[in-house]
């Protein structure tokens, strides 16, 4: 079986990236954007740094920001509607996961209209267009949305999250600029980059991985490593390593999966609404030490990425020891709490469930039960 890499067509990074947008909305002909971002972008003028781009040029475009931190499937819905009825003919998508998977979502519906009941699209969907052409400008730096093959859903209805993976969904553009992220506060930052490394580091383990995938991967931990926790006090360096890690990270982790931790993530984040970076952070080091003995000699590269200095003169069981630890670390400097007091006791046979049954669940190097995957979320209680 041959393995697949699916990446933008084009991608700009680098700050002030953001420049390039009317000229490659010219290039491809635009006659009306779907602006698709979410409300508080709009509300701290974020969203306008495009949207006042598009005025100057004059690009005719409207605006969408009807979208939830865990987009459902109403969010969607009501997406579709209005891109029909603004008669747009393409989209520029500006936020974080939640813009960009809705946005995912309405572009592939729209031409893909048999898919027009949005749980249809769970799993590997066999839609046969490629979604309404796409420009995605990311604000935080961890999701990867602007890259990746894959967006999240939320049955609010039956209290789930369901993943869609589709070749069809990509962006044809991507525009990296880390001046779009500088205004997120440092909770979000820390959240989102921790993400990012869960992204990167359940990418370099999984089952499908391979050599192109574990080149990004690894090199998505070290710059996490060494940029996150400037990015959390907001250093322009800081800034500008995490627009790149978490972009690369999403070039390996959409070709080839993740685990157990966003199996998890998703489930935490539809009963409880816990931000996903925060419930990935969490279930990150717990996972690890869950996976170890089913990952060879890869956590010696992952503490060698983080900066754990002689690795190579370590046991086993030492340099796995040191890269769970590097792990807890980070997340311990950049605020993550240990522990999530909304987890209930008879919460545990639904939340092991929905986990089981996730799209990121048979990625995951070591193969699961419904159990064992109670007992994992019982360390965060």
């Known amino acids: 079986m041959a393995n697949q890499i699916v990446l933008n067509t084009v991608s ?16 491809k002909g635009f006659k009306k954007v779907f602006v698709c971002s979410d409300p508080d972008l709009v ?34 819905q009501d997406g579709v509607a209005a891109f029909k009825a603004a008669g747009a003919d393409s989209i520029i998508t500006i936020g974080g996961g939640s813009s960009m998977d809705t946005a995912k979502a309405i572009g592939i519906i729209i031409n893909n209209p048999e898919f027009a009941d949005v ?16 420009i995605a400008v990311p604000t935080t730096a961890g999701t990867a949305a602007e890259v990746t093959i894959n967006y999240v859903i939320t049955d609010v209805e039956k209290e789930r ?11 044809g553009t991507a525009v990296i600029d880390p001046d779009m992220m500088s205004s997120m506060p440092k909770g979000l930052t820390a959240s989102t980059g921790m993400d990012a490394l869960t992204h990167a580091i359940e990418g370099y383990t999984t089952k499908a991985a391979w050599e192109m995938t574990d080149m990004f991967h690894l090199e998505a931990i070290r710059l996490i490593s060494k940029n996150l926790r400037g990015a959390v006090e907001n250093t322009p360096e800081g800034r500008e390593g995490m627009a790149l890690a978490q972009y690369i ?19 935490l984040g539809a009963h409880y609404d816990t931000p996903h970076g925060v419930a990935c952070a969490m279930m990150l080091p717990i996972v690890m030490e869950y996976n170890q003995e089913y990952t060879g000699e890869k956590y010696r590269e992952i503490a060698r990425a983080m900066g754990v200095k002689g ?5 086993q069981a030492e340099y796995r020891k040191a890269a769970i630890d590097a792990v807890k670390q980070l997340s311990k400097d950049v605020g993550i709490p240990e522990k999530n007091d909304k987890i209930k006791e008879e919460d545990l046979d639904q939340l092991a469930q929905d986990a089981f049954a ?21 360390k965060i209680m």
Do not use: W
């Open 12 to 27: 700009y990074h680098g700050k002030g990236a953001i420049a390039e947008i009317p000229g490659i909305a010219k290039n």
């Open 43 to 76: 509300k701290f003028g974020v969203t306008a740094k495009v949207t006042d781009l598009l005025d100057k040029e004059g690009i005719e475009y409207s605006l969408y920001s009807d979208i939830k931190p865990n987009p459902t499937i109403q969010n969607v």
């Open 119 to 134: 749980r249809s699209l769970e799993g590997v969907a066999p839609t046969k267009n490629h979604a309404v052409e796409t």
């Open 161 to 171: 999250k369901f993943v869609c993976v589709d070749t069809n969904d990509i962006p």
């Open 249 to 267: 990270a999403g070039m390996g982790f959409s070709n080839v999966g993740l685990g157990i931790a966003h199996s998890i993530a998703h489930t």
């Open 311 to 315: 690795v190579d003169e370590m046991s």
């Open 358 to 378: 996730d799209a990121c669940c048979p990625g995951n190097p070591r193969d699961t039960n419904v159990e064992e995957l109670k007992e994992l979320y019982r």
